[in-house]
């Protein structure tokens, strides 16, 4: 079974930071991409940030610049740092992969961003 937690939501003000954690089990984690996105209430879920298993990164237009995603294969662990918080960053945030012939998610971890 593959189990993928996310951990390090909060409330935060804006111009704050924030890295959420996503710990995965039940893969070899360092040959899958990994990706988070994140669903704000009333809008559809948005890709945020894509790593590979080579380590090359890609970012929604609206989060580059701010948003860094890494990983630790060691630890089978993604990270999302997440600089110059805006309230419309407010969103549940989910890791995700695809792997075994599957879309894997997790729960999702809540972060809002105050004005």
């Known amino acids: 079974q593959v189990y993928l937690v996310e951990s390090g939501g909060g409330l935060v003000q804006a111009g704050g930071s924030l890295r959420l954690s996503c710990a995965t089990s039940?893969?070899?984690?360092?040959?899958?991409?990994m990706n988070w996105h994140r669903q704000a209430p009333g809008k559809q879920r948005e890709l945020v940030a894509r790593?590979?298993?080579?380590?090359?990164?890609n970012y929604a237009d609206a989060v580059a610049g701010r948003f860094t995603i890494s990983r630790n294969n060691a630890r089978s662990t993604v990270y999302l740092q997440m600089d110059s918080l805006k309230p419309e960053d407010t969103a549940v945030y989910y890791c995700?992969?695809?792997?075994?012939?599957?879309?894997?998610w997790g729960r999702g971890t809540q972060v809002t961003v105050s004005s």
């Open positions: 995700h992969t695809y792997a075994r012939g599957s879309d894997v």
């Open positions: 790593i590979d298993s080579g380590g090359n990164t």
């Open positions: 039940g893969i070899n984690f360092k040959i899958y991409a």
